[in-house]
């Protein structure tokens, strides 16, 4: 396979989004645009883990649950804390984008492992991918984006809340890691079924029903 694959998928993804830019809507933009910050910092992580394991005589398991999610998860907090910090104070908006950098990061992530794998994945593979590790980074990145909207509202909390924050988006990260490269079946299915549950109770949080009056 090609040493580039990773380029070349970053390419074809991104130019078509970035063709989009111009012509929607003001708001639609903003979702777009982080899809496409996000696909960009997967592919810094990917060559900074590369060059992480590369230097390390580290077990490709222990890796993946104790290096991985600390450089994935600080790298993908810099562009919602700068967007929280610069454009907006606004939780909806920051919570928006950091759902988009989510998504933009586990997009190219999950083209790139199918790529890498794609002599023995089949549509079951793709499903468990898309709705376990393509939410596992969107919970992350939200659960950063939320406790980053207090920059401008609570700023004596403002640093240890987003580092607590970082601190549960690893930890959560890592355990999720851990869970799917278990040997065991059930954690396996904990590790899929996990992102699942707390993407509804995101959800349901962010989206309540409205009381009728």
Do not use: W
Request: hydrophobic share 50%; aromatic share 12%.
């Amino acid at each position: 396979m090609d040493n580039n694959m990773s380029y070349i998928l970053f390419i074809c993804i991104a130019v078509p989004l970035v063709l989009m830019l111009l012509p929607i809507e003001k708001k639609s933009r903003k979702v777009v645009l982080f899809l496409l910050v996000g696909m960009f910092v997967c592919l810094f992580a990917s060559e900074i883990n590369g060059l992480l394991l590369n230097s390390t005589n580290l077990s490709i398991t222990y890796f993946t649950t104790n290096i991985t999610p600390v450089t994935e998860e600080l790298l993908k907090a810099i562009p919602i804390i700068y967007y929280a910090a610069v454009f907006s104070d606004d939780r909806r908006s920051i919570v928006t984008v950091a759902f988009s950098v989510g998504v933009g990061f586990a997009l190219l992530e999950n083209m790139i492992i199918l790529t890498q794998h794609f002599s023995s994945v089949n549509l079951v593979f793709a499903c468990i991918r898309g709705f376990s590790s393509g939410l596992m980074h969107s919970i992350c990145t939200v659960m950063t984006g939320y406790f980053a909207s207090n920059i401008y509202k609570k700023r004596k909390i403002f640093l240890s809340g987003t580092i607590c924050a970082l601190n549960l988006a690893i930890v959560y990260h890592s355990v999720f890691n851990m869970l799917v490269e278990a040997s065991a079946t059930p954690a396996n299915y904990v590790g899929y079924v996990l992102p699942i549950i707390t993407y509804a109770l995101i959800n349901l949080f962010f989206n309540p029903k409205k009381k009728k009056a």
